[in-house]
């Protein structure tokens, strides 16, 4: 038993155990009411968030509409399961793929999940699909029986350094080794190459077994590292001369997190796939896989599925949080926003680089500062942020933050690096 995980928690007195299982460790803060910007913890204090639950609430907490927009839908219908169709489901999904397209249809098809790891699950099996069903790839040539007897292409290539969910397949979609040796063995059919290198790319990609190239936009769990324009237009190349699909991961990066409705916005790119959920539901659990319609045809009724996926209460949710992303503008929002935070924190002691897009930030603090240490002292002192790396801090506080609530998180920030040695 670890006791402080069971006080931390506030788990029922007497038990030998706590309740929960120590998959996160035990927390040190547990917070009871948001709005906006602002979280209060159990004992009253104020905090300012500037991780909005891994760039989820973007809208920051308890906004009205989602909140009247939850209400109203929990009055009404909750659940039917997608046997049967709900009301919003369709205009949420006609609605994204115009997103995706920046304003314009896309000529896409939607399939809800419940987190971006769902929706990473999905574009795997879409992928598989797609290039071993025995339908023509991108380039007209049809999947091929792989050399490990699996049928067609199969093979996802992903980028060391990135993260695309927990389950079996995305964790070994996941290009940080030292993730995958407690769980080992991961299921086959993924190959990891160097970030933003072309060459080791085109490498890995053969033409019988690769079926996909999964990346990320900006790598966020990798530590807020962004791609180049360069690298996902010649990836965009390599995968259409190869007829392998290129599948883009928004999961943190999607719905204007950027300074754009979606980061491959950015790169010059039109994506096969593009997953997304994080800000979709604005901590309302939903997630999305996007797909071309001719590449969404590959699947057929019951090869995907979900119980829970898209259900009538998060469908609302989201309408609700699209709609109001749309009405304030989000991304113009977080590129100004960005760019105020992004100055500010170039100027604090002990930050030698800030990378990143938008409102999707890392702090790179000088040697021998510890990045947690300086979590938990922002943490003391009222302020939420994360270590993405021992050296990095990431800042992704709500689209709606003011300029007010920038300068006292840098002000907190400021007092805090003050006290480690450069």
């Known amino acids: 038993m670890n006791p402080a995980h069971a006080a931390a928690v506030h788990a029922p007195p007497g038990l030998d155990r706590c309740p929960l299982m120590p998959t996160y460790g035990a927390p040190t803060t547990m917070f009871v009411r948001g709005a906006g910007t602002e979280l209060w913890d159990a004992e009253g204090g104020r905090y300012l968030d500037f991780l909005s639950g891994l760039a989820v609430t973007s809208l920051g907490h308890a906004h009205p509409a989602v909140t009247e927009a939850l209400s109203r839908q929990a009055a009404t219908l909750v659940h039917t399961s997608n046997l049967f169709a709900t009301e919003h489901a ?35 099996k879409l992928a598989r699909r797609f290039g071993g069903s025995g339908l023509r790839g991108l380039n007209g040539q049809r999947g091929l029986r792989g050399p490990n007897g699996m049928r067609g292409r199969h093979t996802v290539v992903s980028a060391l350094g990135s993260f695309h969910g927990r389950t079996l397949a995305t964790l070994h979609a996941t290009g940080q080794p030292a993730r995958h040796e407690a769980f080992q063995p991961l299921p086959e059919g993924f190959r990891h190459v160097a970030w933003l290198d072309v060459d080791a790319l085109a490498a890995a990609c053969d033409p019988t077994t690769v079926a996909a190239v999964l990346l990320e936009s900006v790598q966020g769990e990798g530590g807020v590292n962004p791609a180049t324009a360069d690298y996902f237009v010649a990836v965009r190349r390599l995968c259409d001369e190869r007829g392998i ?5 928004e999961v943190q990066t999607g719905l204007a997190r950027t300074g754009r409705w979606f980061g491959f916005h ?6 096969d796939v593009v997953t997304l959920a994080k800000a979709l539901g604005n901590g309302v659990p939903i997630g999305a896989c996007w797909a071309r319609a001719d590449v969404a045809a590959a699947f057929e009724p019951g090869d995907h599925a979900t119980t829970f996926g898209g259900n009538p209460l998060a469908a609302a949710a989201a309408r609700a949080v699209v709609g109001e992303l749309e009405r304030i503008d989000a991304p113009a929002r977080a590129t100004a926003q960005g760019a105020r935070l992004t100055a500010a924190l170039r100027e604090l002691p002990g930050v030698i680089a800030v990378r990143g897009l938008g409102l999707l930030l890392a702090a790179e603090l000088a040697p021998g500062i510890d990045a947690k240490a300086v979590v938990a002292d922002a943490l003391a002192a009222g302020l939420v942020v994360n270590a993405v790396s021992p050296s990095a801090l990431r800042l992704a506080p709500p689209l709606t933050v003011a ?4 300068d006292e998180a840098v002000a907190i920030l400021t007092t805090v690096l003050s006290e480690f040695p450069a």
């Open 266 to 271: 950015h790169l010059g790119v039109v994506p």
């Open 403 to 406: 300029d007010a609530e920038i």
């Open 245 to 249: 699909l290129f599948m883009v991961d």
């Open 90 to 124: 369709a205009p949420l999904a006609t609605a994204l793929d115009r997103l995706i397209g920046d304003g314009a249809p896309a000529g896409g098809q939607v399939f809800f999940a419940n987190s971006g790891a769902e929706a990473n699950e999905c574009a795997i």
